[in-house]
């Protein structure tokens, strides 16, 4: 029965390291994933600075032809002032003179604001593009990364299918088949009894139960089921004998003090 148990407790080791690679293959997708993500998101704030960019462009250019219009316009109405003849038409002419240049001043304004924003642009853009030439050799790297862990996890995984179909033929197929069908339910199948209790599920031992570890059997938990078993190279080392304070080294007895009235 020491054999089996030793096959059963090999076992359970490969079945946990094998489940611990399947966990570990299913995150290194995530990492990739991620990276992308971060990819992603740094190109399209990058494409909206470039966006934002052309827009301040095509609006001083618009700010530049509505300037040159007013101007034209100015030009114009101070060619006529030669020509009036009446007060009214030079108070009129006056007026869109000053129109004209009160809007090119709010023009002219609006290009300044322009350029200051495009400054702040453009130095957000370099700094996005600088971030996406970064972002796209993280995840380069972190694919080569994902492409050398996936072939390390699969040698090994390789090495424990190996290892787990070698054990499984030396373990009673009875034995087994209860291993399997416990391992199912729970993710193990079999678990240590320390100090009267089950490692598996922490519940406690019957004394009669931890008895018959003890002494080499199998048996399952009343807990959880899985199959128990002790390991006496786990059993904690007996304490040394404590020496009697009452006694000295050379094996006398101390004598004590006379009570008073004895």
């Not at 109405?77 to 009129?92: G, H, I």
């Not at 350029?115 to 790297?141: H, N, Y």
Request: charged share 30%.
């Amino acid at each position: 029965m020491q054999e089996q148990i030793e096959h059963l407790v090999k076992l359970q080791a490969v079945e946990t390291e094998r489940g611990r690679l399947i966990q570990q293959t299913r995150t290194l997708p995530v990492l990739i994933a991620e990276a992308q993500s971060a990819l992603d998101a740094m190109q399209k704030r990058s494409a909206a600075a470039s966006d934002a960019l052309n827009r301040e462009d095509s609006l001083r250019t618009k700010l530049d032809r509505e300037v040159e219009q007013h101007r034209q316009k100015a030009a114009r109405f101070k060619s006529q002032q030669d020509s009036v003849t009446t007060t009214a038409q030079a108070a009129a002419i006056e007026h869109e003179l000053s129109f004209a240049s009160s809007e090119i001043e709010r023009l002219e304004n609006e290009e300044f604001a322009s350029l200051e924003r495009t400054e702040a642009q453009e130095a957000a853009l370099a700094l996005s593009r600088k971030q996406v030439e970064e972002l796209a050799g993280t995840l380069d790297k972190t694919r080569e990364y994902v492409a050398g862990e996936q072939k390390q996890i699969a040698e090994q995984q390789a090495v424990l299918v190996a290892e787990r179909e070698q054990l499984r033929k030396q373990i009673d197929p009875d034995l087994l088949s209860r291993f399997d069908r416990i391992a199912a339910q729970r993710g193990s199948g079999i678990a240590r009894a320390d100090n009267q209790q089950c490692m598996g599920c922490r519940m406690g031992v019957r004394p009669q139960v931890w008895n018959q570890l003890r002494e080499g059997q199998l048996l399952n938990c009343d807990s959880c089921g899985r199959l128990l078993y002790w390991d006496p190279a786990m059993a904690p080392a007996a304490k040394p004998a404590q020496p009697d304070p009452d006694v000295a080294d050379t094996g006398r007895a101390i004598r004590k003090p006379r009570q008073a009235g004895a």
